[in-house]
């Protein structure tokens, strides 16, 4: 098998199991408005949420928002039956990306897109709807895959497969870990969603035929393409591809850092791009804080002082390891609150019930890692917690102290809340001059100042926190 002379290395991709589909994705705006529990304090809050739909025609009449669009979809040449899945899901207009990307897309002859268009602006509409325009639903055999990095990711957009699919007989299947009984020989499902290492694994036993697959798309390119984690399993699936025709490859992602952009053009040779600038990165509805704790043992105290703010919308807390996750989160269950934890080193049943238990707002609070740092869609989420910053790779650094923010996944990370024009808040904890200085070097890169709050004034604070989601 031809390969790239990129010389690659690549850890096991972060994956787990079970063929059960996520809950369906939310069908309406108003759906960001959350049930809780209304006490006065918290009115405010969750008015805000439901204020924010309200305004969403405004915004996508505003040609600086990323939710502009001067098109409807009716325009951008899609098939009946995928205009009525995409109203059945409550969408009335396109988004910029959507509106832009989606004819593009569908010319023919096919041409490679890389697309980038800040969290939670719809990107994943215009690859699904990709896929399924291409597919041939008379033959049964896989004509479309594609790779997301987590199992968590994978099974939301296949949610989105499954609605926006609704009206077409389309049949998917997904490639991620345990999920195919024992024994399967053969999918003849049209469109394949999964994690890299799975579907290599698959393709290679020949489970999965791609004989006939003319669409091919990464979602969260940049982190599928890096060549220090799953760039490797990527470029096996892509090496595995029919030569005899062409393939459509498509990559999406909010952020392309300058090392991998190289790599991409070469991934997806003569795409049409669509770019961001530096300063554009970041979407303007989700307000930055900071909090300066004295230690990292005072980091806990203030989260669970801010307990009751966590709980009023939804919140996803992100520590950089596992045992830091588990560790807070069965500290605050054995202090009387409701918390969820969930991680990679969990079983991929259980973690497949944390996500959907929160999905449906089963539990309000999620403690986690880098795992769902990307992609995941949940209108609710008003609050994400940076419990520790997220760091490069700790391991490539000689001197702890020089240890650098990871701009990309911070910027992912906050992207978790404020989805499609919704307000959010995402709070920082900082409390030594290492971490003062890694968030400095995050407000230096996005661009986006980021406001203190202080530890010791829980009224003030509450009263920033509700001022900002208003
Ligand atoms: N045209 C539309 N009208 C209304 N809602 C939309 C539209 N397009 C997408 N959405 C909704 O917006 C939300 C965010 O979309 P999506 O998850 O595709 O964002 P994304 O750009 O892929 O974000 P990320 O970079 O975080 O992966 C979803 O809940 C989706 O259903």
Same mark, same amino acid.
């Given at each position: ?26 069908? @309406?705006? /108003? ?34 928002? !990323? ?5 409807? *979809? ?35 002859? !096919? %041409?490679? #897109? ?28 896989? %004509? ?11 099974? %939301?957009? #296949? ?7 609704? *009206? ?13 009984? +024992? ?40 982190? #599928? ?10 470029? $096996? ?25 190289? *790599?991409? =053009? ?5 795409? =049409? ?17 900071? #909090?300066?704790?004295?230690? @990292? ?24 390891? $596992?045992? /830091? ?25 259980? $973690?497949? /019930?944390?996500?959907?238990? *929160? ?10 890692? =880098?795992?769902?740092? +990307? ?6 989420? =008003? ?54 200085? %890694? ?32």
């Amino acid at each position: 098998m031809e390969k790239d002379a990129e010389g690659f290395y690549a850890p096991a991709p972060a994956e787990a199991s079970s063929s059960t589909p996520p809950p369906p994705p939310a069908a @309406e705006l /108003t759906t960001a408005k959350t049930e809780v529990t209304v006490t006065e304090a918290t009115t405010d809050l969750i008015k805000s949420t439901f204020d924010v739909s309200v305004t969403l025609a405004d915004q996508q009449a505003n040609p600086t928002s !990323p939710l502009h669009s001067v098109k409807t *979809f009716e325009e951008l040449g899609l098939h009946q039956d995928l205009l009525k899945g995409i109203y059945d899901m409550g969408f009335s207009k396109p988004s910029k990306i959507q509106e832009r990307a989606l004819p593009l897309l569908l010319a023919n002859p !096919p %041409q490679n #897109m890389i697309g980038q268009s800040q969290s939670g602006t719809g990107k994943t509409a215009a690859f699904v709807l990709t896929m399924l325009s291409r597919v041939d639903f008379s033959l049964n055999k896989p %004509q479309a895959i594609c790779l997301a990095p987590s199992r968590e990711l994978a099974r %939301q957009i #296949m949610s989105v497969v499954v609605a926006m699919g609704k *009206f077409t007989p389309v049949q998917t299947e997904y490639a991620i870990k345990d999920n195919l009984p +024992r024994g399967t020989t053969n999918v003849t499902a049209h469109i394949i969603v999964g994690t890299p290492g799975t579907m290599t694994d698959l393709i290679r036993r020949k489970v999965i035929d791609v004989s006939e697959v003319k669409v091919f798309v990464l979602d969260e390119a940049d982190n #599928m393409l890096d060549q220090d984690g799953l760039g490797e399993q990527t470029l $096996r699936v892509k090496n595995m591809l029919p030569r005899s025709h062409p393939v459509q490859i498509i990559l999406f992602s909010a952020t392309f850092p300058d090392n991998v952009r190289n *790599f991409a =053009n070469k991934f997806a040779p003569n795409a =049409n791009k669509i770019e961001l600038k530096r300063n554009e990165l970041s979407v303007t509805n989700i307000r930055q804080f900071y #909090m300066d704790c004295k230690s @990292e043992e005072h980091k806990y105290d203030v989260l669970v002082s801010l307990y009751h703010l966590l709980v009023i919308g939804q919140s996803i807390i992100f520590c950089q390891h $596992r045992h /830091t996750a588990d560790r807070i989160s069965q500290r605050m269950t054995a202090e009387g609150h409701k918390v969820a934890s969930l991680h990679g080193a969990k079983d991929a049943q259980e $973690r497949d /019930t944390i996500i959907d238990r *929160f999905r449906e707002g089963k539990e309000k609070v999620l403690i986690t890692t =880098n795992v769902i740092a +990307r992609g995941i869609d949940i209108l609710q989420v =008003n609050m994400v917690v940076n419990y520790d910053l997220p760091l490069l790779n700790e391991r490539d650094h000689g001197n702890r102290n020089d240890v650098r923010p990871d701009i990309e996944t911070y910027i992912h990370r906050i992207g978790r809340t404020g989805r499609f024009g919704r307000k959010g808040i995402s709070v920082n904890f900082v409390h030594d001059k290492r971490t003062w200085s %890694q968030m400095e070097q995050i407000e230096q890169a996005t661009g986006k100042h980021i406001v203190r709050i202080q530890t010791t004034d829980l009224d003030t604070m509450e009263e920033q926190m509700k001022k900002a989601l208003k």
